[in-house]
């Protein structure tokens, strides 16, 4: 496990960019597995700056994102497919047919899981997973649970989840009781996993999940197993390591 403290978001943003983009130069059919929410917004900007600078480019890379809502749209301005090409695909060269994101209107969400688990075999392997986390220890929207799943499922949202999430809604009725998500297994496959964590809010969960015990109760606590995990706290959300 490689924990990395940073001072500021802005050093943390060009850390986790340069971490991507090395793997992108030496690589650049890479496979790339994508968040979503507040953390990862600066590291797309980054990346964007780095395209633009010419230091990097996506057309040979695959993506495949961890999440969606169910039921929401995908034209609805916080769907997950909304956000990515707000935050990354409309301004990077990704071809469309390279880009992965559950479909969270699939007539028949089982078959819709199947179908994404058999892309992701298709590729075998994700190189690099960014990963954000949720208050309660969710990765992806992997949620606490006496046991959790190993492929694509349809996961209904704690409580918690979806009051953290209500603030991008304009009422806690608009936000989507069930999502569609990456499997933790899937996720603990990868070669690379970036973990990134920022605010004080994070600091007692994430601290939790990289020291204390590995439980289905905690699901970032897995991470502990995992032989190639990098963690990028910010100043705030590292406290309790000092």
Known sequence: MDIRFF??????????????????????????GLATGGTPVGIYEALIKLYEQQHIHFREAISFNLDEYVGLPETHDQSYHAY???????????????????????????AECSRY????????????????????????????????V??????ELKEETRLANAR?????????????????GTILKAKTILLVVRGAD??????????GPITTENPASLLQTHPNLVVMLDAEAGVLFS
Request: no cysteine; net charge negative.
């Open 150 to 155: 190993g492929g694509t499922h349809i996961v």
């Open 117 to 148: 688990d058999s892309l992701l075999d298709k590729v075998k392997q994700i190189d690099l997973q960014i990963l954000g986390l949720g208050h309660n220890g969710h990765i992806g929207f992997n949620e606490p649970d006496a046991g959790l």
């Open 84 to 110: 990515m090409q707000q935050h990354l695909f409309s301004q990077i060269d990704m071809p469309e047919t390279s880009i992965h994101i559950p479909n969270g209107n699939a007539a028949d969400l089982q």
């Open 202 to 211: 994070k600091a007692k969960i994430v601290h939790d999940a990289l020291t």
């Open 7 to 32: 001072p500021n978001n802005e050093l943390l943003n060009t850390a986790a960019a340069g971490l991507i983009a090395h793997l992108l130069q030496a690589k650049p059919n890479a496979v790339l």
């Open 168 to 184: 991008y809604f304009d009422s806690l009725d608009q936000v989507p009781t069930h999502a569609i998500t990456m499997g933790i």
